[in-house]
């Protein structure tokens, strides 16, 4: 992320293009003298979970907080709720299902049977795993389930 970070260095190119290419989202190109030369920006609306994985918990949180702002905005859920439902079930964004499906809540897809004019599933794509579930206090049993695969983390 910084030149002067020697844990943030991902790594050396000697062509610029490849390295821009090869640039995760939220860090930067340097010249053999320090500068940055070029920054590689988050498009919040095509973010995926995937782009959080080498921010700390504080900058994941900085980064997410305008979706769920805005979500708040549009439907008045509180964007604090989004952003503790986002770090309990996600652990972060860091679970097989945030990273793999972009699902940052753990939503199966029975869930209402998606009749929520407001939700960004298509309907359609889903990750199936196996999850503990407790239909018993105290008692936990292990399904598998579909849950909603998203495009994206909006």
């Known amino acids: 992320r910084t ?17 821009k290419e090869n640039c995760a989202a939220g860090y930067s190109v340097f010249d053999e003298n320090g500068k940055a030369v070029y920054t590689c920006k988050l498009d919040l609306n095509n973010l995926q ?29 509180l964007a604090s709720v989004g952003l503790a439902q986002f770090c309990l079930e996600s652990g972060y964004g860091t679970t097989s299902l945030a990273l ?3 699902n940052l809540h753990g939503m199966k897809c029975n869930l209402s049977n998606n009749q929520w004019t407001g939700s960004t599933w298509d309907g359609v794509s889903k990750y199936t795993k196996k999850t503990l579930e407790e239909y018993t206090v ?8 579909d849950f909603r695969k998203y495009h994206n983390c909006k």
Do not use: R, V
Not at 9 to 18: S, V
């Open 3 to 19: 030149w002067t970070d020697a844990k943030s260095q991902t790594g050396a190119f000697h062509n610029l293009a490849i390295a």
């Open 49 to 77: 979970a995937k782009d959080l994985a080498n921010m700390s918990e504080a900058e994941k949180i900085k980064t997410i907080a305008p979706l769920y702002q805005q979500c708040q905005n549009d439907t008045g859920m």
């Open 100 to 102: 793999e499906a972009n």
């Open 138 to 145: 105290g008692t936990y049993t292990t399904i598998t389930a």
